[in-house]
């Protein structure tokens, strides 16, 4: 990639840990990380606008390259001029390829080795993928940031499946680094591997091969627990570049979010802050609870006494509790923007206190809260 497109400096570091604190350079904006960035599947953060994703603050936010190819397509979106102009959104924008969603499909999709032929869930209509096709959709489509054609392996998996995914993986990384061909679009290497230390050391090894401007984890938050997700953010980050960004793909909890920040991860996306909203769920200093609990009947405190988003400085629990058990939208949008709100704020703490020299007490004291 030209570096006048793309950099990446590490501006503070933990004395004991492997946080880090840096600013990456992207052709619509610079990202100060460790970030959280919001999901936008379809184009669009679920139940909120770009005023609310302004803001909430957001830096950067992701779309999904496989529901785009879907629905509207992403030549329709390319004549309008790409991602950006589409969703009038003038900061960075990331894509995943679409390897997660695919492979989620279990029993609707056929891989062989030169890619997936899958059929649509909801219209039962066929579609294929290759890595060549994934490129040509996310050139198309124009993110800042696009992701490599992956095979993810599922939890829980055998040695061989997993080893059997991971060089398929890296195969198809090689054919992806072939076929892209924007130098103002980063492309992402994924690590995979599944729960086996030994492949994701031999993945880590050859994705670093490629002197890309950043390196994602894949494959981990696929349903194993806490104990074995974490070990892996711990042990696979710091095999990745240190002088590039690394982003762990798929991890949105405060929990995981210090534990990724403490294990050298710069880059975290994650659906649940929008998916929990429209559940009533809500995340609190201490943890998260659900709107829809009586206690909250005549409470008239915001969601979170320290948070100053848009909900949280006009709304109380009360009132959102009522416009939930009401089926209002917008209990749902209050707690959307509360919920991205909390998690940007978050690693804004994080940032200061990697500056400040104090994230290791800030790890220590937060994380027995968090577990509690």
Known sequence: MKSNYFSFEILNK??????????????HG????????????????????????????AQIILANS??????????LIKDFGGLHKWMNWDKPILTDSGGFQVFSLADMRKITEDGVSFKEPKTGDSYYINPEISMEIQQAL?????MAFDECSPY??????????????????ERCFKAHTRDDQALFPIVQGAFFEDLREESAKVISTYDAVGYAIGGLSVGEPDDIKHHFFEFTAPLLPENK???????GTPLDLLVGVKSGVDMFDCVLPTRNARHGTFFLGNGKSNIKNKVYERDERPLDEECDCYACRNHSRAYIRHL???????????????????LLRFMEKIREHIENGTFDEFYEEKIKVLKN
Not at 156 to 170: D, F, G, N, V
Not at 245 to 251: D, T, W
Request: with cysteine; proline share 7%; aromatic share 8%.
């Open 142 to 146: 124009g993110p800042d940031i696009a």
């Open 66 to 75: 496989y529901h785009l190819f879907l629905h509207p397509g992403h030549n």
């Open 156 to 173: 829980p998996c055998s040695y061989e499946q997993a080893k059997k995914a991971m060089e398929r993986t890296h195969r198809w990384l």
């Open 14 to 27: 933990s004395e004991k840990t492997k946080a880090r604190r840096g600013v990456l350079k992207t052709p």
């Open 324 to 342: 939930y058990r009401m089926g209002e939208a917008t209990a749902a949008i209050l707690l959307s923007i509360h919920n991205i709100r909390f």
């Open 30 to 57: 610079d990202i100060q990380t460790p970030i959280f960035m919001p999901v936008g599947t379809n184009s669009a953060v679920k139940m909120l606008t770009n005023h609310h994703l302004r803001e909430t603050q």
């Open 245 to 251: 960004p690394r982003y762990l793909m798929g991890v």
